[in-house]
C-alpha cells in the first residue's frame, strides 16, 4: 500500500514532467523518422543531391541529431524535466539517487509511452515511404556483422555516453554544457557507429519504431545494452567519485535552469527534501 501511495502521490504532484518526458521521445522520433525518409529515399529529392555516399548522409542525419537533441535539453520544458528522454539515462540517475524511485518509475513508463504513441502515427503518416528498405521504419537494427556485435557495439556507446554525461555534471566549468556534449556524441555515434548496431543507446525510441513497424525480432538487444551498460558506468563513476551525488539529473546542467517564470518549478528529486519516501 505503502508503495502505491507514493506512486500516487509522485504522479498527482509531477505529471508535468512525465508528460514532458513523454512528448520528448515522440518529437525526437518524429523528427529523426522525418528526416531519415527525406535523407535516405532514393525517390526524394535531398537524397539525391548527397548522392550515394553513405556516411554523407549519415553526417547530415547526425547534423539534425545535434540540433534535436540540443533543442530539447535547453528548452524550457526540457531544463524542467531534465530532458532524459530515455529510459537507461532515467534508471541510472535514479540509481545516482537523483530520482526518486516513484518518478523513476514515471519517467520510464512516460518515456515508452510517448515512443508507443508516436511510432504507429508516423508509419501511417510516412506511409508511402518508410517501408523502403533505405529507410526501413527507422528502426534500429544490427548491421552486417549481427547481433553479438551489435550488442557490444550498443553497450560500448551507451556506456560512453553516460561516462561523459556523469564527467560534465560533475565538473564545473562543463555542466552548463552538458547537453551539447552528449549532442555531439550523438553526433559521432550517427556518423561512424550506426553501420555495427544501429545506434539506439534508447530503449524507448526503438520500442517506438518497432511498434509502429509491427518488427521486434531485435528489440531486446536496444533494451539490454543501454540499461545495463549505462548502469554500469554510473556504478563505476560513482566509484571513481567516491559516492560524490549529482547536483541535479538536469541533462543541460544545473546552472541553466530557469530562475523566474513557468518553469521555475524544480525537478522532481530536488529542492523537495520531503519527496516520496
Known amino acids: 500500500m505503502a508503495l502505491v501511495a507514493s506512486l500516487q502521490s509522485a504522479l498527482r504532484r509531477h505529471w508535468p514532467y512525465y508528460l514532458t518526458e513523454a512528448l520528448g521521445v515522440a518529437v525526437f522520433l518524429a523528427c529523426t523518422s522525418v528526416s531519415s525518409v527525406l535523407i535516405h529515399h532514393p525517390d526524394l529529392p535531398l537524397r539525391a543531391w548527397l548522392g550515394e555516399s553513405e556516411?554523407?548522409?549519415?553526417?547530415?542525419?547526425?547534423?539534425?541529431?545535434?540540433?534535436?537533441?540540443?533543442?530539447?535539453?535547453?528548452?524550457?520544458?526540457?531544463?524542467?524535466?531534465?530532458a532524459h528522454i530515455n529510459p537507461a539515462v532515467t534508471l541510472a540517475f535514479w540509481h545516482l539517487g537523483s530520482l526518486r524511485g516513484a518518478d523513476a518509475f514515471w519517467y520510464v513508463l512516460a518515456?515508452?509511452?510517448?515512443?508507443?504513441?508516436?511510432?504507429?502515427?508516423?508509419?501511417?503518416?510516412?506511409?508511402?515511404?518508410?517501408?523502403?528498405?533505405?529507410?526501413?521504419?527507422n528502426l534500429t537494427v544490427p548491421g552486417p556483422a549481427g547481433a553479438g556485435v551489435a550488442l557490444l557495439a550498443e553497450a560500448a556507446i551507451s556506456a560512453g555516453l553516460m561516462w561523459v554525461l556523469l564527467y560534465a555534471l560533475h565538473t564545473e566549468r562543463l555542466r552548463r554544457f552538458a547537453g551539447?556534449?552528449?549532442?555531439?556524441?550523438?553526433?559521432?555515434?550517427?556518423?561512424?557507429?550506426?553501420?555495427?548496431?544501429?545506434?539506439?543507446?534508447?530503449?524507448?525510441?526503438?520500442?517506438?519504431?518497432?511498434?509502429?513497424?509491427?518488427?521486434?525480432?531485435?528489440?531486446?538487444?536496444?533494451?539490454?545494452?543501454?540499461?545495463?551498460?549505462?548502469?554500469?558506468?554510473?556504478?563505476?563513476?560513482?566509484?571513481?567519485?567516491?559516492?560524490a551525488p549529482l547536483a541535479c539529473a538536469v541533462l543541460a546542467g544545473c546552472a541553466t535552469?530557469?530562475?523566474?517564470?513557468?518553469?521555475?518549478?524544480?525537478?522532481?528529486?530536488?529542492?523537495?527534501?520531503?519527496?516520496d519516501q
Open 111 to 137: 518515456q515508452c509511452a510517448g515512443g508507443v504513441a508516436a511510432g504507429p502515427l508516423l508509419s501511417r503518416a510516412l506511409q508511402r515511404w518508410y517501408p523502403h528498405p533505405d529507410v526501413n521504419f
Open 180 to 243: 551539447w556534449l552528449v549532442a555531439a556524441l550523438l553526433a559521432l555515434y550517427v556518423t561512424f557507429e550506426a553501420p555495427l548496431s544501429g545506434m539506439s543507446l534508447n530503449p524507448a525510441r526503438s520500442l517506438g519504431a518497432a511498434v509502429g513497424a509491427g518488427r521486434y525480432e531485435h528489440l531486446w538487444i536496444y533494451w539490454l545494452a543501454p540499461i545495463a551498460a549505462m548502469w554500469l558506468a554510473a556504478v563505476l563513476f560513482q566509484r571513481v567519485y567516491q559516492g
Open 55 to 82: 556516411l554523407l548522409r549519415r553526417g547530415v542525419l547526425a547534423g539534425v541529431v545535434v540540433l534535436v537533441v540540443a533543442g530539447l535539453t535547453y528548452s524550457p520544458w526540457g531544463q524542467r524535466s531534465g
Open 257 to 275: 535552469r530557469p530562475e523566474h517564470g513557468p518553469y521555475a518549478t524544480e525537478p522532481p528529486r530536488f529542492p523537495d527534501p520531503a519527496g
